[in-house]
């Protein structure tokens, strides 16, 4: 199986310490720096998500990535995120996939986090292209969206497009609900509970293991569950994870 993931990077950096006092001069408190962990994220979680799992994966991306950062500080022990810092967040640039073989790949991941490196006329472009293509996007969908093969979208962000979905649009909609699992087309999968650490990245892990997961079988719903199931993995651990740390 060969992947092929589009969409914006950055550097993902957790500070963890511990809480020493309440500064004097403001009721904030005072972390001790213990430790600190970075990884590419966003589109580049993806691809290493798919990694993990084995596949075949090609990462299309900004290469400035790593100027671009999100710092979380947190305290240790609770795993309390105090503050995140964003740095550099207007510049992912452009797009270019001009060069890119789209035949060549099983299927294609589309990364969005609508910050302007992708458009929407871009993404239409990539679902005409693709053989099999699942997006992922900030963005509010429209009419562009339609040469996209599944749309993953979260419960809020459905909310905000209600508007504009029709019934071809929604037939595409695999809409993630937290805790709760997971709807395509009104029906319900559920999600075991496990005990939840960190959410950041758990909606990289699920649309890889969803992507992986049809391409292997073909079938949607096995995908949604095999999805649940990695997301379900990944909540459990600290930071932004993937569900195989020994295939990274």
Request: with cysteine; proline share 2%; aromatic share 10%.
């Amino acid at each position: 199986m060969k992947f092929l993931v589009i969409g914006e990077s950055c550097l993902d950096v957790f500070v963890y310490g511990s809480v020493i006092r309440i500064a004097p001069e403001a009721p904030v408190p005072v972390l001790k720096r213990e430790s600190s962990i970075e990884s590419a994220g966003m589109a580049s979680n993806v691809a290493r998500n798919l990694k993990s799992l084995g596949c075949n994966t090609t990462l299309c991306t900004n290469e400035n990535f790593d100027i671009i950062r999100k710092t979380r500080y947190t305290e240790s022990k609770s795993n309390h995120m105090f503050m995140r810092f964003d740095e550099n967040d207007n510049s992912y640039g452009k797009c270019d996939f001009s060069c890119v073989e789209f035949e060549k790949y099983d299927c294609v991941i589309i990364s969005d986090y609508n910050k302007d490196w992708l458009s929407q006329e871009q993404i239409e472009e990539i679902g005409y292209r693709s053989k099999l293509s699942f997006l992922d996007t900030k963005k509010i969908l429209g009419s562009w969206a339609k040469t996209i093969t599944y749309i993953k979208i979260n419960e809020n962000e459905y909310e905000r497009t209600l508007d504009v979905i029709d019934k071809n649009l929604f037939s595409k909609l695999i809409i993630t609900l937290g805790d709760k699992g997971a709807m395509h087309k009104s029906i319900h999968y559920p999600v075991r509970l496990v005990q939840k650490v960190d959410l950041a990245g758990a909606g990289d892990t699920f649309i890889s293991g969803l992507a992986m997961k049809f391409v292997e079988t073909n079938n949607i719903d096995n995908a949604i569950k095999f999805a649940n199931e990695c997301a379900s993995i990944v909540v459990q651990k600290r930071g932004v994870s993937i569900v195989n740390d020994n295939l990274d």
